[in-house]
């Protein structure tokens, strides 16, 4: 089990860039692939991107695909979302877990408070 940190959200104007950081607890965090998650008020929690766990062949939703980059840092067991030309549509709550399968989906039930990201027109 992760336990799971999410920072680095706030307001910015479209067209800005923010960079969320998930720290995680534990020794095992290499063992995962992780993944960036974010849910709208009223809506379901979806899939933003992940990498997997020593890096390389990242993956990403098509909406964010050229916009969004993950990284990772496993020695600082931090995972990474750089997120540059925001758009009104990516205003959410951003969360980050471990993840699994194809298309990847959260491994573990336990979510973080996650990090407001809020992009204003």
């Known amino acids: 089990q992760l336990q799971q940190v999410e920072s680095g959200g706030g307001s910015v104007q479209a067209g800005g860039s923010l960079r969320l950081s998930c720290a995680t607890s534990g020794r095992t965090f290499g063992h995962f692939a992780m993944g960036w998650f974010r849910q709208i008020q009223g809506k379901e929690r979806e899939f933003v991107a992940s990498i997997p766990r020593s890096g390389g062949a990242t993956d990403y939703a098509d909406s964010v695909r050229g916009r969004f980059t993950i990284s990772r840092d496993n020695a600082k067991n931090t995972v990474y979302l750089e997120m540059n030309s925001l758009q009104p549509e990516d205003a959410a709550v951003y969360y980050c877990?471990?993840?699994?399968?194809?298309?990847?989906?959260?491994?573990?039930?336990?979510w973080g408070q996650g990090t407001q990201v809020t992009v204003s027109s």
């Open positions: 877990n471990a993840v699994v399968g194809s298309p990847p989906m959260a491994l573990f039930s336990a």
